[in-house]
């Protein structure tokens, strides 16, 4: 049994009706300065702190995975959770083609993949001498990733994060 008329003002307020503004989807805007080459494997790389409020610290280095690399940052990995705080800095070193980086950098954002599997978005702004080494790199992996050839010289991990993680702690403890 239906309670007053439909087309009261009371009842008004309870119509849903369609508007197809609100259901376009949304792409989102690419922020990057610079292009992007996703690993199809991540990358394994290491971290260290290398500063923190400005003076110079020396810890110990911890595994990463790099999902992607391009002229401004990179994405990682990571089983430990970090801060975004712009007041410490780290240093990523990778290897790619057989060619060594080492860069500065600092964590822009973070989010928890899995239990104690972090990625973090890393911004570096590197030197020309650097920033020229790795286009020409990042040009080469395109160039293979076009023409379907492997990538050489590049240390691939091919097991889940999780397990690649924990087989490098237990090795520490070894």
């Known amino acids: ?11 008004k307020k309870f119509i849903v009706t369609y508007n197809p503004e609100y259901s376009k989807p949304s792409v989102p805007f690419e922020r990057r300065k610079y292009f ?27 595994p990463i995975l790099i999902d992607n690399i391009g002229l401004g940052g990179l994405k990682i990995r990571s089983n430990l959770k970090s801060p975004i705080n712009m007041n410490m800095k780290f240093r990523i070193c990778f290897s790619l ?26 911004y570096f702004k590197l ?27 590049t240390e691939f991990i091919y097991e889940d994060p999780r397990t690649y993680f ?6 520490k403890i070894k």
């Open 166 to 171: 924990r087989n490098n702690l237990l090795e």
């Open 127 to 153: 030197s020309r001498i650097t920033q020229d080494r790795l286009a020409l790199i990042i040009n080469k992996l395109s160039a293979l990733r076009r023409n379907n050839l492997t990538i050489p010289d």
């Open 97 to 122: 083609l057989n060619e060594q980086f080492e860069v500065d950098c600092q964590l822009k954002w973070t989010n928890e993949e899995f239990l104690d599997i972090y990625s973090y978005g890393i």
């Open 36 to 62: 992007r080459f996703e690993f199809q494997n991540p990358l394994s790389g290491e971290m260290t702190i290398s500063e923190v409020n400005g003076k110079k610290v020396q810890v110990g280095k911890t």
């Open 1 to 11: 049994m239906l309670i007053g008329n439909i087309n009261s003002t009371f009842w």
